[in-house]
């Protein structure tokens, strides 16, 4: 194991690949890639860099919240310095970057002293010099970069340059195409402004889940969710015009409680007759119980003449990482149900916990 990527020789038939995870995921990333033939290499909390000796894309998985093709790293004090490196690493590059997306690595676990992960004030700052230089017309030589600022939403299939902020004077730098929505999004995370302040952080984790997972929610649509208190999540769903039921023993947030289209059942779900559910296309589940008990009350809740739900959104809370041993197991009871897609991943707004995604046959 080495370092330092740039001390790697590179050629034609070797791949370099750099992927950024939630701090403390990186070990499950780590053994996944390993088994996959991925030689690790330099690596921290939260960011991961392999090589593979022979020719193959990024790797894609659960815990994976973005992966490029490695092209380099650079480390000093000065900007500028960074920013000719950078220059250096690009410039055997052919085509032309569509995006510039800058992000830091996760500082620390999502949640711990209120940390949410995403762009900072000092990769902003960074972006915004890089792009200086790159941007058409700016840059004297090298592949050339044709947005109008940085840390836009890529469109599907335009080549974006990576660079990730490991520490504000060690830069890394990658290339991806965005395919799938969280591709298209800057450092993998889903960038939103809420019109109101949301009543909890699960407002942007319901925000994600439901992009994510491309489930057609209209509105008018009912959705119920499980562990529904405070109310961030439901206030995201009424936001997006649907008819909510909330669910949890709890108290909702009165701005919750009072909306017009919000119906509190003061229960938990297990204890309710399934015809509460009737007529309702979604479920959202984000009860503070463990993954077995949910996917019981949720099996429950869908197995079930009264109930026509047509895709789920269940966060199953981890507690700690070494329980992704089970995810294979849960995911192989889910689709007992006779699903016709189901897709996990780590949502860049999960803590210790992952979103499964799962369409059910109309
Ligand atoms: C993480 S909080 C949910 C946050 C919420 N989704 C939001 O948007 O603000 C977890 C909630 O699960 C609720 N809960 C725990 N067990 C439950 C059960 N069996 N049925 C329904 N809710 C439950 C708790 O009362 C708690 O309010």
Request: charged share 25%.
């Amino acid at each position: 194991m080495t370092d330092d990527p740039n001390s790697q020789s590179r050629n034609e038939q070797s791949s370099f690949a750099m992927m950024c995870c939630a701090h403390g995921a990186e070990t499950l990333v780590k053994e996944q890639i390993a088994n996959e033939g991925w030689r690790l290499a330099f690596s921290r909390p939260g960011f991961v860099t392999a090589k593979h000796d022979q020719p193959k894309r990024p790797p894609t998985g659960v815990f994976i919240r973005t992966a490029a093709r490695s092209l380099g790293s650079a480390k000093n004090d000065h900007s500028s310095v960074m920013i000719q490196k950078l220059q250096q690493a690009i410039a055997a590059e052919t085509v032309p970057f569509d995006q510039l997306h800058v992000w830091p690595r996760d500082r620390t676990a999502i949640g711990r002293f209120d940390f949410e992960p995403g762009i900072d004030e000092v990769s902003a700052a960074v972006a915004d010099e890089i792009w200086s230089a790159l941007h058409d017309g700016s840059a004297s030589n090298g592949p050339g970069l044709t947005c109008a600022r940085p840390n836009q939403i890529a469109e599907n299939g335009q080549r974006i340059l990576d660079v990730v902020l490991v520490d504000p004077s060690q830069w890394f730098f990658g290339t991806h195409e965005a395919t799938t929505l969280p591709t298209r999004w800057p450092g993998g995370v889903q960038p939103i402004e809420p019109a109101y302040e949301p009543i909890s952080r699960a407002y942007f984790k319901a925000a994600e889940s439901v992009a994510w997972s491309g489930f057609d929610m209209r509105p008018g649509d009912l959705a119920v969710e499980v562990g529904s208190a405070p109310g961030g999540a439901c206030g995201r769903l009424l936001e997006l015009g649907m008819q909510v039921i909330g669910v949890d023993p709890a108290d909702m947030d009165p701005r919750i409680a009072d909306h017009p289209r919000f119906i509190h059942y003061p229960a938990r779900a297990g204890d309710l007759p399934r015809r509460v559910f009737r007529g309702a296309k979604w479920l959202l589940v984000d009860s503070t119980v463990k993954p077995d008990a949910t996917l019981s009350t949720v099996r429950n809740m869908v197995d079930s003449r009264e109930t026509s739900f047509r895709g789920l959104l269940i966060t199953m809370k981890l507690g700690e990482y070494e329980n992704a041993a089970h995810l294979e197991r849960w995911c192989n009871f889910i689709r007992t149900w006779g699903v016709e897609r189901l897709e996990v991943r780590q949502l860049a707004r999960n803590r210790c916990e992952v979103c499964a995604a799962v369409t059910l046959p109309a």
